[in-house]
């Protein structure tokens, strides 16, 4: 990286001569070796860099780590979190803002469209919609358990997990049935 | 330094000084598919490579107490939501506790989500602009949910009803 004050052009009179003298003529033309050399400051040359390093491939991470039950339910306590907390602002500023708008957003309306759906199609999508809030709420109690200094250890967190994934599923059926 | 990809060969007649054009159509060499699951942004460095780490100021309010404060509301979260959840009732005093600790949890946890994708160090600009959408959408919330406990009939008779119909 050359880094001048001042943005004079380097000369290659060297090659230059040696180019033309020398006359390589497998098609007849001239062969030359050039070199050019673009001087840039320090700034330039990081943000250089930065452009490059946007368009080099990723090593993978998540895709080539190996499937362990921390990091699956930790991505799953992440993920239920932000559903439900998504929902729960969805609604509220929807709620808030609809008259704004001219739509009328009330919980009647939302009973009463999904009492059109059908039954055997309700319960199922019951479990889809207790299963994340039944899980991320014992997960919690996990996490809360580890807070308390309790089942710090590997064969803990599995105990734990697997109690958290059994119960979760057992909540979210009662829920379902309900 | 701007190097010719195929410099070597110039059969027309160059001038001393070759203005190169910026390299763009170079592709990286994989042998494995290109995955592009978080991509990294454009990474800067702070002044050079030879500067030292800036590290940010300890700070008891970001720390120690932020944490205390996000547990104390999950506990308060918690038999709320089991209570709700376990005796299916619905009073004025269960909603308005539940929009006062629900929503604040809420807003912590994406909190934490934006310090974890958008670290402030490299997002100077995306991640002051989501922290503050994200207040303003947590003060959208708490005044909607405070709107649809005062008006509409609640939020745990809402989901009640929703489940029930």
């Given amino acids: ?178 | 330094m701007l190097l010719n990809r195929i410099g070597l060969f110039s059969c027309k007649q160059s001038r001393i000084i070759n203005l190169v054009k910026p390299i763009t159509n170079i592709r990286p060499f994989t042998v494995t598919s290109i995955s592009r699951i978080f991509p990294p942004p454009p990474q800067t460095i702070q002044g050079t490579v030879n500067d030292a780490v800036v590290f940010p100021p300890r700070s008891k309010a970001h720390g120690s107490i932020h944490w205390n404060f996000e547990r104390v509301i999950a506990i308060m979260v918690a038999p709320q939501v089991a209570y709700a959840l376990a005796s299916g009732s619905s009073n004025a005093v269960l909603n308005a506790l539940l929009a006062c600790t629900l929503v604040p949890h809420a807003h912590l946890g994406f909190e934490s989500c934006i310090i974890d994708y958008f670290p402030k160090r490299r997002f100077k600009v995306m991640f002051p602009l989501l922290m503050w959408v994200l207040r303003g959408f947590t003060i959208l919330t708490f005044f909607g949910l405070y709107e649809f406990n005062s008006n509409d009939i609640g939020l745990c008779q809402a989901i009640r009803m929703i489940w029930k119909s």
């Fill in chain 1, 1 to 178: 990286m050359l880094s001048l004050s001042a943005r004079r052009p380097i000369h290659l009179s060297m090659f230059q001569r040696t180019g033309s003298i020398v006359r390589r003529s497998a098609l007849g033309s001239v062969f030359r070796r050039g070199i050019s050399i673009q001087p840039m400051t320090p700034q330039e040359n990081a943000e250089e860099l930065a452009q490059q390093r946007v368009h080099r491939p990723n090593s993978p991470h998540l895709t080539i780590y190996q499937p362990q039950l921390t990091w699956y339910l930790s991505s799953a306590h992440r993920i239920t979190g932000v559903a439900l907390s998504g929902t729960l602002y969805l609604f509220s500023t929807a709620y808030l803002l609809a008259p704004a708008f001219g739509y009328g957003f009330d919980s009647n309306m939302i009973a009463h469209a999904v009492s059109q759906v059908p039954v055997w199609l309700k319960v199922p999508a019951k479990f889809i919609v207790a299963y994340p809030l039944a899980f991320h709420m014992f997960n919690g109690f996990r996490h809360l358990l580890w807070d308390s200094i309790h089942e710090l250890t590997l064969k803990g967190v599995y105990r734990t997990g697997y109690s958290v994934l059994a119960l979760s599923v057992l909540t979210a059926a009662y829920l379902a049935l309900l």
